[in-house]
């Protein structure tokens, strides 16, 4: 088992920044990948970034590219998502959770993130 526990979440005008956090603990992660996803009311679960643990390759969807980067510290076994310039359409329940193989298996409770305009 894995367990993800997210941060960082909040209100936020637009324009502004956050950064999310995610820590895992339980089973390694190192050859896992771990993503990023939203889902806002009434909206489908989106990936918004990944990265691959082990080398640190990154994933950032189409919506958020320029805007949102996915990085991590191995030795804390946390990832970040840095989230900048956002938008009132960023209104979402951020979601991390890890892939160890073809599909996301372990997900944390979320986090809430509001930009007002």
């Known amino acids: 088992q894995v367990q993800l526990v997210e941060s960082g979440g909040g209100l936020v005008q637009a324009g502004g920044s956050l950064r999310l956090s995610c820590e895992a603990s339980?089973?390694?992660?190192?050859?896992?990948?771990m993503g990023w996803f939203r889902q806002a009311p009434g909206k489908e679960r989106e990936l918004v970034a990944a990265i691959r643990w082990r080398d640190g390759v990154t994933y950032v969807a189409d919506s958020v590219k320029g805007r949102f980067a996915i990085s991590r510290v191995n030795a804390k076994n946390t990832a970040y998502l840095q989230m900048n310039s956002l938008k009132p359409e960023d209104t979402a329940v951020y979601y991390c959770?890890?892939?160890?193989?073809?599909?996301?298996?372990?997900w944390g409770q979320g986090t809430q993130v509001t930009v007002s305009s």
């Open positions: 339980g089973r390694t992660i190192s050859s896992y990948t």
């Open positions: 959770a890890v892939r160890p193989l073809n599909t996301y298996d372990f």
